[in-house]
């Protein structure tokens, strides 16, 4: 069973790069098994998908977002990043890394513990 | 505003059914396959049905899930207190090359 753990800080300036860390454990970032998610909440709302890589290094991106957004993956490390720029207090949220099964497009099926982000001065 | 719809809130007592709805369109419910999530205070969503109909490993038979056209719906018996929760649907958007969400409803057991 895949295992996943955000690692990144918890506070970030606005106008800054928020960049997270999510190690995989259970499973290889490079085994062509899953796509790598990016999911983030505010709090009290709804969950909004930021994005996702395959192993290929290939990437989606929600629209929305996708002018600030880059998800990228380290193998040697079994890990992969999330690096969103030019952040408000709109960015303010929950960031959980997850997993999709290749077969499974939408699907999500593991989730980390998620780890929350403030942007503020 | 979430691209796909749900309601806000639903509750009934203990023991009886309730429905959680969840609309899209074409692109997402209308040609790809749905699933649920439930995310418990404090915690991160676990999944709980995915092509629409599919429970996971663990999940009781008391869920069920269905899907008509661009609608989903999430079924849920003989609820317990356990079950209060957020719940959410989602589904790849062909057209959007995303995964969608809807808004998440909130299930109260009296």
């Known amino acids: 069973q895949v295992q996943l753990q955000e690692s990144g800080p918890g506070l970030v300036k606005p106008s800054q790069t928020l960049s997270l860390t999510c190690s995989v454990s259970?499973?290889?970032?490079?085994?062509?098994?899953?796509?790598w998610s990016w999911i983030r909440q505010p709090a009290g709302k709804g969950l909004e998908w930021i994005g996702r890589?395959?192993?290929?290094?290939?990437?989606n991106y929600n629209p929305s977002l996708k002018s600030r957004v880059t998800i990228s993956e380290d193998t040697s490390k079994n890990q992969f990043s999330l690096k969103l720029s030019s952040v408000s207090a709109a960015d303010t949220a929950m960031y959980y890394c997850?997993?999709?099964?290749?077969w499974g497009l939408g699907l999500v099926d593991y989730w980390g513990q998620g780890t929350l982000v403030t942007v503020s001065s | 505003q979430s691209v796909l719809t749900q309601p806000p809130s639903v509750s009934a007592a203990p023991g009886q059914k309730v429905t959680i709805s969840c609309s899209g369109s074409r692109s997402n419910i209308g040609s790809n396959s749905v699933s649920w999530y439930q995310q418990l205070p404090g915690t991160a969503p676990k999944l709980l049905m995915y092509e629409t109909n599919q429970r996971p490993s663990g999940i009781p038979d008391r869920f069920s899930g269905s899907k008509s056209a661009t609608s989903a719906t999430l079924g849920i018996t003989g609820l317990q207190t356990g079950d209060e929760a957020d719940y959410y649907c989602?589904?790849?958007?062909?057209?959007?090359?995303?995964?969608?969400f809807g808004g998440g409803t909130k299930l109260t057991v009296l």
């Open positions: 997850a997993t999709t099964p290749e």
């Open positions: 989602g589904a790849w958007d062909t057209s959007l090359s995303a995964v969608v």
């Open positions: 890589i395959y192993t290929s290094g290939s990437t």
């Open positions: 259970g499973g290889s970032i490079s085994s062509g098994s899953y796509y």
